[in-house]
Nanobody, 116 residues
């Protein structure tokens, strides 16, 4: 099973930007659909963005503000977050879904706080 380590979470002011990274190890990275989820206090975990090969999809709440990308040579997936809003505050989790076994792996999460 692939291991995932997220980084890049921070405290940022509204309107600011952050880039999250998720480094994967222990699997063939190109055989995974990668995604970012988030969970705010008292809310369910929700899908933010997903990337499979070059195909991407986004939650409506982040379209045109967030961009997911992957570098298969570095076994890393990124989430560029622009025009951040207080409602983007959450723990962001990296997810890897195996295209071979249909199993999921999760990172430990990274905290993003948007506040003035």
């Amino acid at each position: 099973q692939v291991q995932l380590v997220e980084s890049g979470g921070d405290l940022v002011q509204p309107g600011g930007s952050l880039r999250l990274s998720c480094a994967a190890s222990g699997g063939i990275f190109s055989l995974y659909t990668m995604a970012w989820y988030r969970q705010a206090p008292g809310k369910q975990r929700e899908l933010v963005a997903r990337i499979r090969a070059s195909s991407t999809n986004y939650a409506d709440s982040v379209k045109d503000r967030f961009t997911i990308s992957r570098d298969n040579a570095k076994n890393t997936v990124y989430l560029q977050m622009n025009s951040l809003k207080p409602e983007d505050t959450a723990v962001y989790y990296c997810n890897a879904h195996s295209l071979i076994t249909s199993t999921d792996s999760w990172g430990q999460g990274t905290q993003v706080t948007v506040s003035s």
